[in-house]
C-alpha cells in the first residue's frame, strides 16, 4: 500500500495499532480473562505508575520544541490533564490512586523503588524519542493513543468483574481517560495528515507509531518474563507478599 | 558498610559484580552448559551487536565531555580498539565476523534488522546515561569491565566444547577483550577512586556500576523471554531458521 495520501496514512496507522497494540500481548490476555494474582497486578501498577509519571515529561518536551503558540497551548491540556490542575488531581494522581487501592505503599511507588530496568529503558527511550526526533515524529508517536478506549474499555470490565480486589473507585483513572484519549488522539491524527505531506514523511510517521507500540509491549514483555514466566525477576525488583511467601 | 575510603568503594564495587553482573544471569548459565541452540545463540550474536555497534558512540559522547586532553587521549584507545585503525579491524568488525560465522547474513545484521526493541532500549539508555550524568558516572558506568574477564574465560571454553557450530576463529572477538578490558577497566577503578572523595560521590558512583549492571541483565532478560521461555518474540524480531520450521 502506497503512502500517497493521508488517507492511506490514516489507514495504515489503523493497521499497525490493530497487530501491534500492547491489546494482543499475552500480558494483557491473562490480565483481560481474570487469571492474574493479586501481586501481578501489582506489578504491573507500579511499573505502569512510572509510565504515567513520565508523560506529562514527555510532553512538556514535546511542547518545548513547538514554535507554534497554538500548539503549544493546545497540546498544554495533556500535560494538566495529568498533572491536575492542583496537588491530589489528574491522571498521575490517579493512578497513584489505583495503586493504593491495589495495597501498594503510596511512599514506595513514589521513590520508583522496585520498578523493573526495562520498564525505565523503554519509558526513558520514549521521552528521548520526542525530545531528539523531528516534530512530526515526536506527534506521531503519542498516536497509540487512537487504539486506548478499545483496551481501556476491556480491562476495566474484565478487572471489575473478576478481580475482587479492585472496585470501580480502584480504576477512576480509566474513566478520565475513555474522553481524553479520543480528543488528543484524534487531534493528533489530524496534525500528522495534514503536516505529512510525502510519502517519505509518512513512512517516518509510521516509524514513531511503531516505535511506540514496541515502547509499550517491552513494558509487558518484562512484567511477563519477571512475573509470569518464567518468573525470574531482575535483582533489584519489586516482589509481591504473596510471591515472598512461596 | 561505609563508603569512607577508596578502598571501602572497590570493595563495594566488586561486591555489586559479584551480586548483579550478568553472568549470574540464567540464559548465561544456558550458554555456558551449551544448552542453546544455535538459533539462540544467532538472536544473542545479533542481539549483542546493537550493543557492540553504540559502545564507541558512547566512548565518543563520554570524551565530549572530558576537559582534560589527557583523559580524551587516554580514553580514545577504546573507540580505537572498537572502531579499528581502519574498516575491518576492531572489536566491532571482529563481533560482525563472529556474527557471519554463526551463519547470519552481514547485511542484515548491518541494518539491525530484528532486533528486540528491549535491546535497543537499554543499550540507548546506557548512550543516554553517558550523555546526560555527571563525568564521574559516566566514567564508573564502564566499570563492568572489571567482571568480564571472567565471564570471558567462562564463555570461551564452554563455546568451543560444547557447540560444534563455533571455532576458534568465530570468537577472535574476546581474545584481544581479555587485555584490553582488564586495562581499561584498571584505569577507569583508579579514576573514580581518586576522583569520587567523599561517601556521597562515592555512592554515585555505586549507583552508577548498578545502572550499567541492570543494562547488561535486561539484555539477557529479553533474550531468555524472546527466544528460550516463554519463547514469545515480539512483533518483528529475529526468527531463528529452526524456529521457523517448528
Known amino acids: 500500500m502506497k503512502l500517497d495520501s493521508p488517507e492511506a496514512l490514516e489507514a495504515r496507522l489503523r493497521e499497525i495499532g490493530a497487530r501491534r497494540y500492547h491489546d494482543k500481548h499475552p500480558f494483557h490476555a491473562l490480565m483481560r480473562d481474570g487469571a492474574l494474582s493479586r501481586g501481578q497486578v501489582q506489578a504491573w501498577a507500579l511499573n505502569?505508575?512510572?509510565?504515567?509519571?513520565?508523560?506529562?515529561?514527555?510532553?512538556a518536551a514535546l511542547m518545548?520544541?513547538?514554535?507554534?503558540?497554538d500548539l503549544r497551548r493546545e497540546w498544554s491540556q495533556r500535560v494538566v490533564d495529568?498533572?491536575?490542575?492542583?496537588?491530589g488531581q489528574g491522571g498521575v494522581a490517579k493512578w497513584l490512586h489505583l495503586c493504593e487501592r491495589l495495597g501498594l505503599e503510596r511512599e514506595r511507588v513514589l521513590a520508583e523503588e522496585g520498578v523493573l530496568p526495562a520498564t525505565r529503558f523503554a519509558v526513558d527511550a520514549y521521552v528521548h524519542f520526542v525530545r531528539e526526533r523531528p516534530l512530526l515524529e515526536a506527534v506521531a508517536s503519542s498516536l497509540t493513543e487512537l487504539f486506548a478506549p478499545a483496551i481501556i474499555g476491556e480491562r476495566t470490565s474484565a478487572m471489575l468483574s473478576r478481580y475482587d480486589f479492585i472496585d470501580e473507585d480502584t480504576l477512576t483513572y480509566f474513566s478520565a481517560r475513555l474522553t481524553q484519549a479520543p480528543r488528543d488522539a484524534d487531534f493528533a491524527l489530524d496534525y500528522v495528515k495534514r503536516n505529512a505531506t510525502t510519502p517519505e514523511l509518512r513512512e517516518t510517521v509510521c516509524q514513531a507509531l511503531l516505535f511506540?507500540?514496541?515502547?509499550l509491549w517491552a513494558q509487558l514483555d518484562a512484567?511477563?518474563?519477571a512475573y509470569v514466566a518464567p518468573r525470574i525477576p531482575p535483582p533489584g525488583a519489586f516482589v509481591p507478599c504473596e510471591e515472598e511467601a512461596d
Open 48 to 59: 505502569r505508575y512510572y509510565y504515567q509519571s513520565r508523560i506529562p515529561i514527555k510532553d
Open 64 to 69: 518545548s520544541r513547538m514554535i507554534d503558540a
Open 82 to 87: 495529568h498533572d491536575g490542575a492542583r496537588e
Open 212 to 215: 511506540k507500540t514496541d515502547v
Open 223 to 225: 512484567l511477563h518474563f
